[in-house]
């Protein structure tokens, strides 16, 4: 069910949300935090809108989203009411913000915040360069950006590397989550030698193996050579560990497989998939505490100018 509310304000659509409630026994019952999205109107708002449909599967919510429209229109919000199969296991509330108001996300949401529930606020878009000073980010508990979306992922994510404050994260570290895991299970496997030397390889400006690069440089207490390889679509491409005994690779094969190399043992592949949006967003929410690990890989993440070209041959997404 889809209601709309052209030209109103917070206090109609509250009394809508109870109508609703009383008339149709939609609920916010269950609701487990409050999910804030704050975008530019448009399609990318669509876009953020199911995934966060998709995720609130796994976490139910109230989702507010702060579409901003033109600066230069009257000021007026217009408001939209998503429940049932239109929103997933969530409420979603569509706010469309003109004029003046546009800029006033951070009072319009309070009185639409589930009372005595974690708030979370998420940027799929540009996202402000101190998520926590941000007006609509200063009320959450947990900030979750894209720098993925910006034109230099790797330039904003050392801006607000610069800024963190606990609570903060971004998706390119999820985007890694599986990376992490091949790895770590790889060096679980004996022999338990030192790691002597760390490669990283991935697009030039994509964040995800920066952070991959300071992950493990903050985990194995070494250098990591931060190098570059043209990856379609981004991200990372491989990752060479060396000890003693010999190197264990993980290298991207395709969108969905990588292959494992590992001294003493036969090749192997592995599923590798490309993680969705929606898987991403899903997994920050299943915590609202400060991410110790994340904010460790953030600061240990090799500087731009140390980054040099892969000789090696192309890899496939």
Known sequence: MIVDLPSTDTSAVNRKMVELRESAGAVALGRVLTLVISTEDGPGAESA????????????????????GLRRAASRLDAQIRIGGDAGASEVIVLRMYGPLADQGGSIIVPLLLPDAPIVTWWPGE?????????IGSVAGRRITDVS????????????GGNYRAGDTDLAWS?????????????DEPPHERVTRVEVSGEADSASPDLLAGWLSSRLGVPVDRTTAEVPGGHVGAVRLERPSGTVELRRLDSKTARLT??????????????????????ELRRLDPDEIFQEALENVPRSGGRRSSSRAKVKA
């Open 149 to 160: 979306t910006t034109r230099s992922p790797s330039k904003t994510l050392a801006k607000i």
């Open 49 to 68: 809108i199911q995934a966060a449909n998709d995720a609130s599967r796994e976490h139910p919510c109230r989702v507010l989203v702060l579409a901003r």
């Open 262 to 283: 590992q001294p003493g043992q036969p090749t192997r592949r592995v599923a590798l998939p490309r993680r969705t949006v929606r898987e991403c967003l899903a997994e």
């Open 127 to 135: 996202p402000p360069a101190a998520p926590a000073e941000d007006p």
């Open 175 to 187: 985007r890694i989550t599986s990376w992490r895991a091949l790895l770590t299970s790889a060096l």
